[in-house]
């Protein structure tokens, strides 16, 4: 009994598939070939290179040729980045390497040109190999490096799988035309979207976009053919029921005439008339039938209508649609740094003793520096402060808080000297003898500088603590009226009082100058 219990379960099969495509019973397999799970090119009877042959045709529409442009570029528009997988310091070093060799080829074409899977399904492409000497940081030495890399067609080549094995590429030659031969290692990228381990050549946009253009070229045949019936006149001519069979005829050849030259000669009697279609308004159904397909189109290639005929408000609706384009653009960046990095990266850094590195492109929203600012001008209104450290990361390290301004001194009164042999000078009286009033006021003066230095001690220490801090001007009115709390103003009060008080007593008592 306890030997069951410790009895160690039955490991199932290793590394290997029992419901491969070369097992299913269902499926027609000759020579071990796969072929694609498309229902529409198995309706169709296509195979192998004819397959793609037909989505590939799509692209001459002028809606899906700029819609796969805008996904390329969106993409490819990006600055791609190179990381080690661990972080270390030849690591750091190797991945500078690494970009400084992926500069040195078409490395965006190539990307561009991988991203035609998007369409058919699946993309090969050859890398030509070669030695180049590769200078980084002052250091030169030999690597074997991408001369380029070239897109294949795709009739070039087939997968084929023999019983539990994967799936295999294979390249048709003129000696091999059925089954091909194998490829060499370290030679082919294949770029494939919506791949399954029984559909190797992935499924694209094609098979949603057959129809919406099939039909949109369709309805473009119906509106030239309205267009050329409708678009002009037609000339009607009438003629007597006793018109003769040379008069008819020469009736029908005057209308014909009318169509090619728009001028005609006839016998008195005939009556010529231009029909016009009836048909009012601007747009026509065939119209409508095209911009329908198109937006068909556009939305099966960048997941919404260009029209934004859903999202609410225009605003809300162009938020929309711009989140759902970036959501495409990341997905597409991220299947394809996939590829990359499980393919040509890898080889580089194999065939070169580099530590293992990835390349990715991000792709990020730009943001609304207008919308940000104001923003932050808001919040600063209602009393916050943005630190140094923020607005460099928001902004950029360019910016730097401006330094605050040196603060003026309060001036100083410029008091009178006061000296007997110098007194004040007035208006009447003797100038070289002052008398009792201007000696009182001139003892009050010598006392002005003590009796203000209370006054303005403490505001004079506020505008040097706010040139220290960096106040903000409304900082420094906030802390004003704690400021005057501190001042001495009673000292100051006293000493106004007893000079108006002592001149008011000397004008009084006719104080004789002394």
């Known amino acids: 009994m306890s030997d069951d219990k410790t009895k160690k379960p039955e490991l199932p099969p290793l590394d290997s598939e029992v419901a491969t495509q070369a ?42 040729f700029s819609g796969f442009q805008k996904r390329k570029l969106a993409v490819v528009g990006r600055d791609w980045t190179v990381e080690p997988v661990a972080e270390s310091d030849q690591g750091t070093r190797d991945a500078a390497l690494l970009d400084d060799v992926l500069g040195g080829f078409n490395f965006d074409q190539l990307c561009s040109g991988l991203m035609d899977a998007l369409l058919v399904g699946w993309q090969p492409a050859e890398v030509v190999w070669t030695l180049k000497d590769i200078t980084h940081e002052g250091t030169t030495r030999q690597m074997v490096v991408p001369a380029r890399v070239v897109r294949r067609s795709h009739r070039r080549f087939v997968y084929a799988q023999d019983n539990d094995q994967a799936p295999e590429l294979r390249l048709l030659t003129r000696s091999d035309m059925q089954r091909g031969v194998p490829v060499p290692a370290r030679k082919f990228i294949v770029h494939r979207v919506n791949a399954e381990d029984d559909n190797p050549y992935g499924l694209g946009l094609g098979l949603q976009l057959y129809w919406p253009v099939y039909f949109k070229r369709k ?13 002009l006149p037609i000339p009607w001519g009438t003629y007597p029921a006793s018109a003769t069979p ?5 009736l029908f050849d005057a209308l014909r005439a009318f169509t090619a030259d728009g001028m005609v000669m006839t016998p008195e009697g005939t009556m010529i008339k231009l029909l016009e279609s009836q048909m ?29 005929k859903s999202g609410g408000a225009m605003a809300a609706a162009a938020n929309e649609r711009e989140d759902v384009r970036l959501e495409l653009s990341q997905a597409d960046s991220d299947l394809l740094s996939e590829t990359l990095n499980s ?47 923020g607005a460099k990361a928001k902004y950029g390290e360019h910016w730097e808080r401006k330094a605050a301004p040196t603060p003026t001194p309060l001036p100083t009164a410029q008091l009178p000297v006061v000296n007997n042999a110098n007194p004040a000078d007035f208006a009447e009286g003797d100038a070289a003898a002052p008398d009792a009033i201007d000696r009182l006021v001139n003892a009050e003066l010598s006392q002005w500088r003590q009796a203000m230095e209370p006054m303005t001690a403490p505001l004079q220490a506020l505008l ?49 100058n002394g």
């Open 23 to 64: 097992s299913d019973p269902f499926s027609t397999v000759f020579m071990g070939l796969m072929r694609t799970n498309d229902p529409l090119l198995i309706e169709r009877g296509l195979h192998g290179s004819e397959a793609h042959e037909l989505y590939r045709d799509l692209r001459r529409d002028g809606k899906v």
């Open 219 to 231: 309805g473009v045949l119906a509106w030239t053919k309205f267009l050329d019936r409708f678009g």
């Open 246 to 250: 040379r008069e008819k005829g020469t």
């Open 280 to 308: 009012s308004g601007s747009a026509t159904p065939h119209q409508a039938h095209v911009e329908f397909m198109d937006d068909w189109i556009m939305e099966v290639i960048l997941g919404q209508s260009p029209r934004g």
């Open 343 to 389: 393919t040509l990266i890898q080889w580089i850094c194999e065939l070169n003793g580099l530590e293992p590195c990835l390349v990715y492109r991000k792709v990020d929203k730009e943001e609304d520096t207008k919308a940000e600012s104001e923003t932050d001008k808001n919040i600063s209104e209602l009393g916050f402060q943005m630190t140094e450290e």
């Open 464 to 512: 040097e603590q706010a040139a220290a801090e960096g106040l903000t001007a409304r900082q420094l009115l906030d802390r004003l009226p704690k400021a005057l709390d501190d001042a001495h103003t009673l000292e100051l009060t006293q000493a106004l009082t007893r000079t108006a008080f002592a001149a008011r007593v000397g004008a009084a008592s006719g104080v004789e």
